[in-house]
C-alpha cells in the first residue's frame, strides 16, 4: 500500500507532484531507502543515488476482481498514465520509452542492476518508464510508470527524478 490509497486520480494533483520532484535534494551517494508513513507504514517514497521515486497514485486492490472488471482497472491506470504523459509532452517535449524487461531479467538471473531499477522493482514497479530528460534547465531525467505486483495488488503511479540520464541497458547476454 503507498500513501495515495483511496484517493482518486487527480491529473493537476500528478503535475504538480511530477514537476515538485524536479526541485528536491536527491541524495549524493549511500544506500536505497524505502520511505514509510510512520503511523500506517504506507509507501512514501524511495531515495537512493541520485535519484528519488514517490506515489502518485494507487488503484484499489484487486483481491477477488476478475476480467472484464481486472481488464476495467488495467485500462484505467494505463489512461491515467498516457494522460499525465501527453500533459508532460506539452511542457518538456516527446518523452521516450525505458522497457525495463533486460533489467528485470538479470535481476531475476541474480546479476545486479542499476539502484535505480532495482529500487521501482522492490516496489513491484515493472512497468516501462515513460521518461524525458534533461528538463529545462534542471539537469535532472523525470519518468513515469504504472505497475502491480500480482493480479491481486493495486495498480500503482508513480514517478521518479534523477540527476542522471535513465536508460535501458543493453540486452548484452
Given at each position: 500500500m503507498t500513501c495515495r490509497a483511496g484517493e482518486p486520480f487527480a491529473l493537476a494533483r500528478a503535475l504538480a507532484d511530477v514537476e515538485a520532484l524536479l526541485t528536491v535534494?536527491?541524495?549524493?551517494?549511500?544506500?536505497v531507502v524505502a520511505e514509510g508513513d510512520p503511523e500506517t507504514g504506507e509507501w512514501t517514497?524511495?531515495?537512493?543515488?541520485?535519484?528519488?521515486?514517490v506515489p502518485l497514485w494507487e488503484g484499489d486492490a484487486l483481491t477477488g476482481v476478475y476480467a472484464p472488471e481486472w481488464n476495467d482497472a488495467q485500462e484505467a491506470a494505463e489512461a491515467h498514465?498516457?494522460?499525465?504523459?501527453?500533459?508532460?509532452?506539452?511542457?518538456?517535449?516527446?518523452?521516450?520509452a525505458v522497457p525495463l524487461h533486460v533489467p528485470l531479467l538479470r535481476r531475476q538471473e541474480g546479476a545486479r542492476v542499476?539502484?535505480?531499477?532495482?529500487?521501482?522493482?522492490?516496489?513491484?514497479?515493472?512497468?516501462?518508464?515513460?521518461?524525458?530528460?534533461?528538463?529545462g534547465g534542471t539537469g535532472r531525467w523525470a519518468g513515469v510508470t504504472v505497475g502491480h505486483s500480482d493480479?491481486?495488488?493495486?495498480?500503482?503511479?508513480?514517478?521518479?527524478?534523477?540527476?542522471?540520464?535513465?536508460?535501458?541497458?543493453d540486452d548484452d547476454r
Open positions: 535534494p536527491l541524495p549524493g551517494s549511500g544506500p517514497g524511495t531515495g537512493g543515488d541520485g535519484f528519488r521515486i498514465l498516457a494522460a499525465l504523459a501527453a500533459e508532460l509532452d506539452r511542457r518538456w517535449g516527446p518523452h521516450h542499476d539502484p535505480l531499477f532495482e529500487a521501482l522493482f522492490r516496489q513491484d514497479l515493472y512497468g516501462d518508464l515513460v521518461v524525458w530528460g534533461p528538463v493480479g491481486d495488488a493495486p495498480l500503482v503511479l508513480a514517478a521518479l527524478v534523477s540527476d542522471r540520464p535513465v536508460n535501458a541497458p
